[in-house]
């Protein structure tokens, strides 16, 4: 029998705010297979400020500090328990402690954007920017008082930080040989698919990937391979909650058990129940509408009007399968829950759209 060529990749370990996930990946004669998984609700509450102040002061947060205890402990069991192989790993960044910030730049060379943002940057950060790593996209070009200019979406987070979260990993054994964000890593499941993808005259249609989150949702945009936009929104399902315990005058825990329960179910009956409740606190739902559609303006501005060809949800929050027909039916693009793991596998199964990031990064090192 011929030998099969066989490439184990890092363990993707994602650290959100309320869970933590982990994927490995395996290529083996063209093939990705899935090694391992696994998942651990995190039962130590964010702190009601811990959006905010992991990213403007170096003072350490105890509930950030218990989270990480916790997802730490959850790590060291899995990877001696759990079928993960190798020493290697990819982690994300704690949302909290990312920043991005939307620039415009004078037209330069891609060796000169580094130092050019490190500038354009002072002042506009909660830290100093010579004290962060600093990545960035650039989304286009626009023309602003008879000037070009570049328009750049930099993602910031401080190297302390970032030092830290991989420190405490290389001390379960492992190898941290790469840190991502969550609005970037939920996209390379997709990019690697289209990676694939016979080429076309028109170019591979564009998508918009949106992770909802409880308190923050990421929005991205990508074209084939390409990643091309990224926006973090400070609206979550705890704002439609809280409006959903008021429209029916339940308890905040009452309103979030009985979505809960919805997201649960796919049976049509639950399904109409939770459309009509949506459909009832529809000024709330607009906020999140709104910000999809003001996303999508601004790439068909740059995109030389090329349109979005559909929304797919991600994250946990994505399992409502409710909100995301209300949500289509407000943006009027085909819009769908992801499966990350058939994007790259290409075979059928449950979708698990909460799992897309740490897929993402195990796929740092696919081929």
């Known amino acids: ?27 083996a004669d063209g093939q990705v297979l899935v090694v391992s998984k696994a998942t651990k609700h995190l039962t130590t509450d964010p702190s009601a400020d811990g959006r905010t102040r992991p990213s403007d002061t170096a003072v350490p947060d105890p509930a950030d500090e218990a989270r990480q205890a916790e997802a730490m402990q959850f790590v060291r069991e899995k990877i001696t328990t759990n079928g993960f192989r190798g020493n290697e790993a990819v982690i994300s960044l704690p949302p909290e402690h990312l920043v991005i910030q939307h620039v415009r730049l004078a037209p330069m060379q891609p060796e000169e954007l580094s130092s050019g943002l490190t500038v354009e940057l002072q002042g506009k950060l909660p830290f100093d920017p010579k004290q962060a790593v600093i990545r960035h996209i650039v989304a286009g070009t626009v023309s602003e008082n008879n000037e070009m200019k570049q328009d750049v979406i930099a993602l910031a987070a401080r190297r302390a930080v970032i030092e830290k979260h991989v420190a405490s990993v290389n001390r379960l054994g492992l190898t941290v040989t790469g840190v991502g964000v969550e609005p970037c890593a939920m996209c390379y499941p997709y990019m690697f698919a289209a990676s694939s993808e016979p080429a076309t005259a028109e170019g591979p249609p564009p998508i918009m990937i949106v992770h909802l989150g409880t308190r923050t949702t990421y929005v991205a945009i990508v074209r084939g391979a390409e990643m091309t936009f990224v926006k973090g929104v400070e609206i979550g ?86 909100l995301v027909r209300v949500i289509s039916a407000h943006v009027g693009v085909a819009c769908e829950v992801g499966n990350p793991f058939a994007s790259v596998t290409g075979t059928a199964g449950a979708g698990e759209p909460e799992m897309a990031v740490a897929v993402g990064l195990s796929l740092f090192g696919a081929q």
Not at 1 to 27: D, N, T, V, W
Not at 305 to 312: H, K, N
């Open 1 to 27: 029998m011929p030998h099969r060529k066989r490439l184990l990749l890092p363990i993707g370990i994602h650290f959100s705010s309320e869970a933590l996930y982990m994927a490995q990946l395996e290529q």
């Open 237 to 322: 399902t705890d704002n439609l909650v809280e409006a959903l315990a008021a429209a029916k005058r339940l308890t905040v825990a009452e309103a979030a058990a009985l979505r809960a329960k919805w997201c649960g179910s796919s049976g049509p009956s639950a399904i109409q129940e939770a459309v009509e409740a949506y459909n009832s606190i529809r000024w709330n739902l607009e906020h999140i509408s709104d910000e999809l559609e003001s996303c999508m303006r601004y790439h068909t501005s740059l995109a030389r009007g090329t349109p979005i060809d559909r929304l797919l949800f991600l994250g946990p929050e994505a399992r409502d399968q409710a």
